[in-house]
Nanobody, 123 residues
Framework: QVQLVESGGGLVQAGESLTLSCAAS????????MGWYRQAPGKQRELVAA???????NYADSVKGRFTISIDNVKNTTYLQMNKLKPEDTAVYYC?????????????????WGQGTQVTVSS
């Protein structure tokens, strides 16, 4: 199993910044992808940003130019630097990863979620 622990959420005013962290631990041979999703009340969960182990990134249009995702492959940790936050960024942010695990019968790829961290941006 793989555990994802998020930190860094909180309450900020519009225009301010926050950095989220997500550390993965457990049965991990290699992480191939880490990402951040968010879910606002009454809305579907949506992709915010994702990064591969080689550093390729993907961002939602709504956060391009404001958010930056990075990965530390040694620490199995991803960071989301969020600048110029807006009230519409308010949501629970979830960390997600694809990890190759080693089992008795061989290796397999699994997908895992964190518990989520609340980000609230006041106007």
């Amino acid at each position: 199993q793989v555990q994802l622990v998020e930190s860094g959420g909180g309450l900020v005013q519009a225009g301010e910044s926050l950095t989220l962290s997500c550390a993965a631990s457990g049965n991990i041979f290699r992480i191939t992808l880490m990402g951040w999703y968010r879910q606002a009340p009454g809305k579907q969960r949506e992709l915010v940003a994702a990064i591969t182990d080689s550093g390729s990134t993907n961002y939602a249009d709504s956060v391009k130019g404001r958010f930056t995702i990075s990965i530390d492959n040694v620490k199995n940790t991803t960071y989301l630097q969020m600048n110029k936050l807006k009230p519409e960024d308010t949501a629970v942010y979830y960390c997600n990863c694809n990890a190759v695990q080693e089992h008795i019968g061989g290796r397999g790829l699994g997908n895992f979620w964190g518990q989520g961290t609340q980000v609230t941006v006041s106007s």
